[in-house]
């Protein structure tokens, strides 16, 4: 079965780095583009990026834009976020997601927050 696993986040100062990884099984991944998501406390879930199957072509959300970065591996069958200059509104659960067959498959999510 289709699995994703987040691993990577934590408890970050203000203008701190993280990365992100998700871990992904059960279906081709090197087919499939990937996005990650967030959801913060009390609001809707949002896209933050996504990069296409073959990882040449990546967007962001505006209010990303030049701070985080996606990436993949498809020997590796792993997607990255690398974030940097973090904000406390960048806290939230973050979530990867792919399309396999039709379907939308989601990770449990990881915590990252940005606090001093």
């Known amino acids: 079965q289709v699995q994703l696993v987040e691993s990577g986040g934590g408890l970050v100062q203000p203008g701190g780095s993280l990365t992100l990884s998700c871990a992904a099984s059960?279906?081709?991944?090197?087919?499939?583009?990937m996005n990650w998501y967030r959801q913060a406390p009390g609001k809707e879930r949002e896209w933050v990026a996504g990069i296409s199957s073959a990882g040449g072509s990546t967007n962001y959300a505006g209010s990303v834009k030049g701070r985080f970065t996606i990436s993949r591996d498809n020997a590796q069958n792993t997607v990255y976020l690398q974030m940097n200059s973090l904000k406390p509104d960048d806290t939230a659960v973050y979530y990867c997601?792919?399309?396999?067959?039709?379907?939308?498959?989601w990770g449990q999510g990881t915590q990252v927050t940005v606090s001093s």
């Open positions: 059960g279906f081709t991944f090197s087919s499939s583009p």
């Open positions: 997601k792919a399309r396999a067959w039709g379907t939308e498959y």
